[in-house]
């Protein structure tokens, strides 16, 4: 960081008030006082004596407040280090599942499973981390949709109320067409180009009122491209009757988030575990790339309001010190009167 003065031909106005000084006629002197006083004399000595070096330091503190001023004029600011941002980037929106069936531990990592929501928390936190100049939105849908995080640069917001979203929170259903629509919404404003939504799911839509395949055709004809992502092992380990365990298949409805992606211009993926979950955000990171090019920009912080305060205060004190001649004086006049 430095401290730059962003008017600095402001500085030549240090030595005007020598310039006045100088250049200004002299005022004329006083008229001799039309009343004599009985102890004028004493009245002269009392204030020669606590006057004069008083009047020094109203000099001294004077002469700071007018270099105060002039600093302030000059506007010194604090230019931070360089920050590099994309010139353009992405708009996307992440539209989250959070039916009851994403509670389901089927998402295999190393030597446990993990339920669905949280290996979706894990691996889509570390794809939003890397979208560094994209903006960012986060949709959570179960009965309903509705709108969590809107586009924005801040992906630490992104992360965290992502990383806070419950199951069950909007419903124990699915409604994909809801979430579309949603999504197709908060694009609609953004340049065609960057508009993108990456819809995680693991059912069927059976909620809504919005039908997903006619919500794909309305986010192909605004130019939204949709990846959909299925989440969730082909089949899955239930306890059945009489401790006996059997395997029950899911109910994603593959042809559906086939084809929404396919009407949109985008790619449906299958995830069956954390495995492959990431690999799919490895592609996405690779098919929608991060915009290379930057511009840069320093930050500034202006500090003229410091100098000015304090040129404020040196005015007020010396104003302060000056009035408290008077009643002096005054008290002097009642003693000898």
Same mark, same amino acid.
């Given at each position: ?33 039309t ?44 230019i ?23 509670q ?8 446990? /499973? %993990?339920? $669905? +929501? @949280?290996?979706?928390? !894990?691996?889509?936190?570390?794809? &939003?981390?890397?979208?560094? =100049? ?12 509705y ?21 069950g ?13 949603? /999504? %197709?919404? $908060? +694009? @609609?404003?953004?340049? !065609?180009?960057?508009?993108?939504? &990456?819809?995680?799911?693991? =059912? ?19 130019g ?32 559906? +988030?086939?084809?929404?992606a396919?009407?949109?211009?985008g ?60 009643p ?10």
């Amino acid at each position: 960081m430095t401290i730059e003065l962003a008017w600095p031909w402001a500085l030549a106005a240090l030595p005007l008030p020598l310039l006045l000084a100088y250049l200004l006629p002299r005022a004329a002197a006083a008229s001799p006082a039309t009343l004599h006083f009985p102890f004028l004399g004493e009245l002269n000595t009392m204030l020669e004596d606590g006057a004069g070096p008083r009047s020094r330091w109203h000099l001294v503190i004077a002469t700071l407040a007018w270099l105060l001023l002039v600093a302030a004029a000059a506007r010194p600011q604090m230019i931070g280090e360089t920050v590099r941002l994309p010139v353009t980037g992405r708009s996307i929106m992440l539209a989250v599942d959070l039916s009851g069936s994403m509670q389901t531990e089927d998402m295999a990592t190393g030597s446990h /499973a %993990i339920s $669905r +929501l @949280r290996a979706v928390k !894990e691996v889509a936190g570390d794809f &939003i981390e890397r979208r560094a =100049g994209d903006r960012l939105g986060l949709i959570l849908f179960g009965d309903e949709a509705y709108t969590q995080v809107p586009l924005t640069l801040d992906r630490k917001t992104v992360r965290t109320l992502l990383d806070e979203a419950q199951i069950g929170l909007a419903g124990q259903r699915t409604a994909i067409g809801d979430a579309i629509g949603l /999504a %197709i919404k $908060r +694009l @609609r404003d953004e340049p !065609e180009k960057n508009r993108v939504l &990456i819809l995680l799911t693991d =059912g069927a839509s059976n909620a809504g009122n919005v039908d997903p395949l006619k919500a794909a055709d309305l986010a192909a004809h605004e130019g939204v491209r949709i990846y959909t992502i299925g989440v969730g092992a082909d089949e899955t380990v239930v306890q059945g009757p009489f401790g006996m365990s059997q395997f029950v298949r899911g109910d994603l409805d593959e042809a559906s +988030l086939k084809a929404i992606a396919q009407k949109t211009g985008g790619r449906y993926f299958r995830a069956s575990d954390v495995g492959s979950l990431a690999q799919i955000y490895g592609l996405l990171d690779k098919m929608e790339p991060v915009s290379k090019d930057e511009q840069s920009w320093r930050p500034v912080e202006e500090l003229y309001a410091w100098p000015l305060a304090a040129a404020l205060l040196l005015t007020i004190a010396i104003a302060l010190s000056i009035g408290g001649l008077l009643p002096q004086a005054r008290s002097v006049e009642v003693e000898h009167a």
